[in-house]
């Protein structure tokens, strides 16, 4: 007992002097996230303001929660809420489990030639930015020699050509389908990594009890990655006011397309509308908005990580 305590005495965490080397790496990313993250902050105040430019944040009038009682009181706020929740619902339902299901039948193929031609072939999208992306389905979904239009007609499938950006019923779908595309590839990167961290043995043990592929996935891969999964579950629970942003501004053409502006419209472009594209800019109004999802968004981060930590014992903090 004496040398344990003599030990716990002898033992001081390393000095700042000592691991400069080190730390030098690190100074620049902290700079970086207080410039960028921390500074802006400042500019919340505006939510409580009738904020003018030309009297910058100290000169403008203080008006108190008057912009929170015109969001929240407004005619738009409940389709708002209500498209907000339902496409990052559709997004959590679909676009969550597929990079781990792409995961899964990726560390399934044992043709190690074909397993890194499809990865590539699916990482490939996520390097490519929302604007090329919509211009894609622009083209592949246009009424007039749009390749889907084509390939309908030809089966016998419709008469006329659909035209896709002027129905509100298929913005959705086209929405959770080029997400899915987007990001499932580059997605399933860190299940595979942790996938990989798997002993062998665990499946070794598996097939000499009889179980076959699905099964061990099942009892052994999934509860595995079991951790993996949680964090990025809070994560995406957090941002559930964060329906989208690009990828919703560009599938409308910036907004102007007004046909879908009834199932389209989100937090995130409401506050752009309002705030830059109004003939008379709101910034007041937009800020009040965008401080409203961000506290709901922290909220829900914070009873997340507790539920996930009491049901799984895996969470952020």
Same mark, same amino acid.
């Given at each position: 007992?004496?040398?344990?305590?003599k030990?716990?005495?002898?033992?001081r965490? +390393?000095r700042?002097?000592?691991?400069?080397d080190?730390?030098?790496?690190?100074? +620049?990313?902290?700079l970086?996230?207080?410039? *960028?993250?921390y500074v802006?902050?400042?500019?919340?105040?505006?939510?409580?303001?009738?904020?003018?430019?030309e009297?910058?944040?100290?000169g403008?009038? *203080?008006?108190?929660?008057?912009?929170?009682?015109?969001f929240?009181?407004?005619r738009?706020f409940?389709?708002i809420?209500?498209? !907000?929740l339902w496409?990052?619902?559709?997004?959590?339902?679909?676009?969550? +489990?597929?990079?781990?299901?792409?995961?899964?039948l990726?560390n399934?193929?044992?043709f190690r030639?074909?397993?890194?031609? !499809?990865?590539?072939v699916?990482?490939l999208?996520? *390097?490519?930015?929302?604007?090329?992306v919509?211009?894609?389905?622009?083209s592949i979904?246009?009424?007039?020699?749009?390749?889907?239009?084509?390939?309908?007609?030809s089966?016998?499938?419709?008469?006329?050509?659909?035209?896709? *950006?002027s129905?509100?019923?298929?913005?959705?779908?086209?929405?959770?389908?080029t997400?899915v595309?987007?990001?499932?590839?580059f997605?399933?990167?860190?299940?595979?990594?942790?996938?990989s961290?798997?002993?062998p043995?665990?499946?070794?043990a598996?097939?000499?009890?009889g179980?076959?592929?699905?099964?061990?996935?099942? =009892?052994?891969?999934l509860?595995?990655?079991? +951790?993996?999964?949680?964090?990025?579950?809070?994560?995406?629970?957090?941002?559930?006011? !964060?329906a989208?942003?690009?990828?919703?501004?560009?599938?409308?053409k910036?907004?102007?397309?007004?046909?879908?502006?009834?199932?389209?419209?989100v937090?995130?472009?409401y506050? =752009?509308?309002v705030?830059?594209?109004q003939?008379?800019?709101?910034?007041?109004?937009?800020?009040?908005?965008?401080?409203f999802k961000?506290?709901?968004?922290?909220?829900?981060?914070w009873?997340?990580n507790?539920?996930?930590?009491?049901l799984?014992?895996?969470?952020?903090w």
């Amino acid at each position: 007992m004496e040398t344990q305590e003599k030990l716990k005495l002898t033992i001081r965490p +390393p000095r700042l002097s000592t691991q400069l080397d080190l730390q030098s790496m690190v100074i +620049p990313s902290i700079l970086l996230l207080f410039v *960028f993250a921390y500074v802006p902050m400042f500019g919340v105040i505006a939510a409580f303001q009738d904020f003018k430019l030309e009297k910058g944040y100290l000169g403008s009038e *203080f008006v108190g929660l008057k912009h929170f009682a015109a969001f929240f009181g407004g005619r738009d706020f409940i389709p708002i809420m209500w498209n !907000t929740l339902w496409i990052s619902i559709l997004k959590l339902i679909f676009v969550f +489990p597929a990079p781990i299901i792409l995961a899964l039948l990726l560390n399934e193929i044992r043709f190690r030639l074909f397993k890194r031609v !499809t990865q590539t072939v699916t990482y490939l999208p996520n *390097f490519l930015s929302w604007v090329i992306v919509a211009g894609m389905f622009f083209s592949i979904l246009a009424v007039d020699n749009g390749d889907i239009n084509q390939l309908l007609k030809s089966m016998g499938l419709i008469s006329k050509p659909i035209n896709f *950006f002027s129905e509100p019923f298929w913005f959705k779908p086209i929405l959770i389908f080029t997400n899915v595309w987007k990001t499932m590839g580059f997605g399933s990167i860190v299940y595979l990594a942790a996938i990989s961290s798997i002993d062998p043995t665990l499946y070794e043990a598996a097939q000499m009890d009889g179980l076959n592929r699905i099964k061990q996935i099942w =009892y052994i891969t999934l509860p595995s990655i079991l +951790p993996i999964i949680v964090i990025f579950l809070v994560l995406t629970l957090a941002s559930i006011l !964060t329906a989208g942003f690009d990828d919703i501004l560009l599938l409308t053409k910036q907004g102007t397309n007004i046909v879908l502006r009834g199932t389209s419209e989100v937090i995130d472009t409401y506050v =752009y509308r309002v705030a830059f594209r109004q003939q008379i800019p709101n910034f007041s109004y937009g800020a009040a908005a965008g401080l409203f999802k961000a506290s709901v968004s922290v909220i829900l981060l914070w009873l997340g990580n507790r539920t996930a930590r009491k049901l799984t014992g895996a969470a952020l903090w």
